[in-house]
């Protein structure tokens, strides 16, 4: 299971007798990415409930989620830096390992009573530090386990959404009969399950960086290559604007717009039209392969406002729900478009690193649209913000359409 060898052309890294996708190494790789998913998901419901359920208030469980995604926000960066000195693939086993100790603990403490809430916050920052760590090469893996690489990355997003769908409502069952421990004992074993899988993974060469080159050095080389593009950093810039003024306030704006009226199951009901939706996008970039794909990703984005104006238009429950369901579908094709195109034009020896800064520029501002909803609502009203976050998401994807280099970027083929 050789991993390291700098010069070895990509083309040597695929088997041609095997699948597009269904390769073996893609089975391992699937299995490990979607087992992952899994646990990432039922963790923040399960320690919020779990944290409330046994008496500790919502500041509690507030402080809990920034412990966890912190940690992640702040050192995905050098998760990529690690990723590319030490392969992706040894850094995502490391990752694993991490987080199976983190969950084992974080069992025995649920178990057993949280004395000491310190003990929690310091578990959930492994927790954290290691998806940080984790991250970058869940990209960069994709080119080396499978030929058709938007065809996978469509099976990833559809698994992606399906995981984060059942992944919530089975913690929440487990949470309501007492067992929030349990839950993570689950979690556990599904983060073992991945490390034994991308263990198993055969990957031959993987590119490197130059030998010698120190951390400071390394994070230098992956900016300079994520801003000589300039479809990348356009893209994020653009999602920057859109995960502070629309993305980052939705959620918690259409709660306290949905629950008061029709109830928390019709809130429910409606993200999880968002999540079929998405898998359904999914399914439809693995076969639809457009020779531009990050303008058809853009256009598809042109679904996302239906959902902030039925918010302020007072739609029924069912029409919101349609609406998460168009959503849902431009935003899959879009990730698997987006996704594609950076795993497919970024050399590899520096992917880690430009994927670091991608996910750091654009994930990294969802959390202070979020924080900034509130205080915005106070100032100027809901009805207000949501108008704005509709004109946003309107404007995002005819930016995306209007900006050449992203407009004009051709797909890359498949490997043959």
């Known amino acids: 299971m050789s991993e390291r060898l700098a010069d070895a052309p990509a083309a040597e890294q695929a088997r041609p007798a095997e699948p597009a996708i269904w390769s073996r ?11 992952g998913l899994l646990s990432w998901a039922m963790l923040p419901v399960a320690v919020s409930a779990g944290l409330i ?30 990723a590319d000195r030490f392969t992706a693939r040894r850094m995502m086993i ?3 390992l991490a987080n199976l100790t ?36 869940a990209s960069s893996t994709v080119p080396l386990v499978a030929r058709d690489v938007q065809g996978a990355n469509g099976v990833l997003r559809t698994s992606e959404a399906v995981t984060g769908l059942g992944g919530p409502a089975l913690a929440g069952v487990l949470v309501g009969f007492g067992s929030t421990g349990w839950v993570m004992v689950i979690s556990g074993l599904a983060y073992a399950t991945s490390a ?11 590119p490197a960086p130059p030998v010698g080159d120190g951390l400071w050095r390394n994070l230098v080389v992956g900016w300079r290559e994520f801003r000589s593009r300039s479809w990348l950093w356009g893209v994020i810039a653009i ?43 999914g399914l439809i970039a693995i076969r639809w392969k457009p020779a531009r794909p990050l303008a058809a990703g853009g256009a598809a984005m042109f679904a996302y406002p239906l959902y902030p104006l039925g918010l302020v238009l007072g739609a029924p429950v069912w029409l919101l729900a349609a609406a998460q369901l168009l959503v849902g579908a431009g935003i899959g094709v879009w990730g698997v478009m987006w996704a594609t195109s950076v795993q497919t034009q970024v050399p590899g020896e520096v992917l880690n690193r430009v994927h670091a800064y991608e996910v750091a ?4 501002m969802y959390p202070l649209g979020s924080a900034l909803a509130g205080p915005a609502v106070h100032a ?7 108008l704005v976050g509709t004109v946003v998401a309107l404007l995002v994807p005819a930016a995306l359409l209007l900006t050449r280099p992203i407009r004009t970027l051709t797909r890359v083929p498949d490997r043959s």
Do not use: E, K
């Not at 190494?25 to 087992?35: D, G, M, V």
């Not at 034994?196 to 993987?206: H, M, W």
């Not at 520029?361 to 990294?364: D, L, P, R, Y």
């Not at 100027?380 to 949501?386: D, K, Q, R, S």
């Open 380 to 386: 100027f009203g809901t009805t207000p913000v949501l």
């Open 239 to 281: 999602w920057m604007v859109y995960a502070v003024l629309s993305w980052g306030p939705q959620l918690s704006l259409a709660a306290g717009l949905i629950v008061p009226r029709h109830g928390a199951t019709a809130f429910g009901l409606v993200n999880c039209a968002l999540g079929a939706g998405t898998v359904a996008g």
């Open 196 to 206: 034994i899988c991308l263990f198993a993974l055969r990957l031959g060469a993987v």
């Open 53 to 82: 359920g046994s008496g500790h208030g919502l500041d509690a469980a507030g402080y809990a989620m920034a412990f966890l995604v912190g940690p992640f926000a702040g050192l995905v960066l050098f998760g990529g830096v690690l």
């Open 94 to 96: 490391v990752a694993d």
């Open 361 to 364: 520029g654009s994930v990294g």
């Open 102 to 137: 983190a969950h084992i603990l974080l069992a025995v403490l649920f178990l057993h009573g949280i004395d000491h809430l310190w003990q929690l916050y310091a578990l959930l920052v492994v927790a954290g530090t290691a998806n940080a760590l984790f991250q970058p090469g």
């Open 25 to 35: 190494n893609f089975r391992y790789y699937f299995t490990a990415r979607s087992a």
